[in-house]
């Protein structure tokens, strides 16, 4: 369910003479429902930001230790002491 779904629920009158729930009691009921969506659905999305985030620095960071392509085993090495 999303915010502006409860935002548009309206609930019917009671006909005449009968006893129905107190419409402020619902609509605050609604309103409190919308908020908490709302929190929600800010927390997701700065859930997700974070989440985007932290694999770019996760990628970053094992491009560091990735060997790069065309290269044989550590550059600092000699050919010498690679036979070793």
Do not use: C
């Not at 770019?56 to 550059?75: C, I, K, Y």
């Amino acid at each position: 369910m999303v915010p502006e779904q409860v935002r548009r629920l309206r609930f019917r009158r009671t006909g005449f003479g009968r006893r129905g729930l107190a419409e402020e009691h619902v609509y605050a009921f609604l309103r409190r429902v919308v908020d908490e969506l709302i929190a929600r659905d800010a927390a997701e999305a700065s859930l997700r930001e974070e989440n985007a985030r932290l694999k770019n620095a996760l990628r970053e960071w094992q491009s560091q230790f990735t060997p790069r392509p065309g290269r044989d085993g550590d550059s600092a090495w000699t050919g010498d002491q690679q036979r070793r």
